[in-house]
């Protein structure tokens, strides 16, 4: 049935499904036309309300479902979305194992149906800089990925789902596989091995984890994750590694990066193209520091050099320090990532474009390394010291 506009019906009208009903309030292509919670004094007037959310499944005026309700749910949920014959936009995680976000890809290609996942991190533009900087080369090949996550748990009591396993899939498959699917964004590999430990606070309480993936390209990401701190020393930090350099990025929500690095002046241009409107400071070779490294290539000091990286060979002239702010608060980031989503989404819907950028089957490996993560802990392997 052709609409104006592709009609979004949301099940679970939490916070989060707040937030994005108004980012998605303005966008030509979809609206909110409905939503289910058992609570449905939370529903907004001017939407079709609904306490069974297979209700809202049956209602024509929705042709996408979006799922913010807890992690446990998800599954089942876009299960029977998808054989509604409804596209399926799911908050993180889409399952809480591979076996059911495979089922849930199996399932939207015999319905020709889309389910995407809310990895918005992908729309934000210092991931996409991320991105462009390991596609180009430019600082060579990528070795290791830093992730660092001190997050508030005010809003977190002991006896939210977030703290149940059961619900949540514990601290890997809520919160880390966003960071996961980032790192798999960002650089084209394929894990092939992880290792997990988790602390509790408390029997059952996860709190504090620690994960290491390596990639068949021999890239390592480290990541740890502790929800414990007061929300004004909330930190995540991120750090990318390449074979020339290192960029450093603040905030869940990405806003700004640094970026140290030596390069040739053409490098330096392709970065700038990159990063527009950086802060750059350029600074001549240090030759002395260098010396280990650095082969003269014309035999002068002031001509480029080749310096020895990760096994390859790279020519080089300079040192750079660049960096990078986006102009906006957060929040104002964060809604233009989820409307980006939900446009990519409603654009391969009216053919307009190919796979949203965040389609399930893209997005596969993140579930994979965060469901054998929780595998590991659950089984705590390790040697007692």
């Not at 007037?45 to 913010?68: A, E, H, N, T, W």
């Not at 802060?279 to 650095?294: G, K, N, T, Y």
Request: with cysteine; glycine share 6%; net charge negative.
């Amino acid at each position: 049935m052709q609409v104006d506009r592709l009609g979004i019906g949301i099940v679970g009208y939490g916070e989060f499904a707040e937030f994005c009903h108004e980012a998605w309030r303005d966008l030509k292509d979809v609206r909110v036309v409905a939503a289910s919670d058992l609570d449905t004094s939370r529903i907004p007037p001017g939407l079709k309300s609904y306490r069974d959310f297979r209700d809202m499944l049956r209602d024509d005026s929705v042709q996408i479902v979006s799922i913010g309700t807890p992690p446990a749910t998800h599954a089942s949920i876009a299960q029977q979305a998808l054989e509604a014959e409804k596209h399926v936009f799911v908050e993180k995680p889409p399952a809480l194992t591979l076996e059911e976000a495979e089922e849930l890809v199996g399932t939207a290609h015999r319905q020709k149906r889309v389910i995407a996942v809310d990895y918005m991190l992908r729309y934000n533009p210092l991931v996409c800089a991320l991105k462009s900087v390991a596609d180009s080369k430019v600082l060579g090949k990528l070795q290791h990925v830093s992730v660092a996550n001190y997050a508030y748990d005010g809003k977190l009591p002991p006896q939210h789902w977030f703290w149940d396993k059961s619900k949540s899939g514990g601290i890997l498959v809520e919160h880390a596989v966003h960071f996961f699917d980032m790192v798999n964004f960002v650089w084209k590999a394929r894990p092939e091995k992880i290792t997990a430990q988790a602390h509790c606070r408390q029997p059952g309480m996860e709190d504090k984890v620690q994960a290491t993936v390596r990639y068949d390209d021999g890239v390592i990401s480290t990541h740890y994750h502790h929800f414990f701190r007061p929300w004004w020393f909330e930190r995540q930090s991120f750090r990318f590694a390449f074979d020339l350099g290192e960029i450093d990025v603040e905030g869940w929500i990405p806003l700004a990066a640094t970026v140290r690095a030596i390069t040739t002046r053409e490098g330096l241009q392709q970065l700038a193209g990159i990063f527009p409107s950086a802060h750059i400071q350029e600074e001549p070779l240090d030759l002395e520091r260098l010396a280990a490294d650095v082969t003269y290539v014309h035999g002068a000091p002031t001509e480029s050099h080749s310096v020895t990286a990760g096994g390859s060979s790279y020519p080089v002239s300079l040192m750079v320090n660049l960096h990078f702010g986006i102009e906006k608060p957060k929040i104002e980031v964060y809604q233009d990532c989820v409307r980006a989503a939900m446009e990519d989404v409603a654009a391969h819907i009216r053919g307009r474009s190919g796979k949203p950028r965040i389609a399930l089957e893209t997005a596969l490996d993140s579930i994979r390394i965060a469901a054998a993560g929780a595998r590991l802990i659950q089984q705590d392997y390790g040697v007692d010291l």
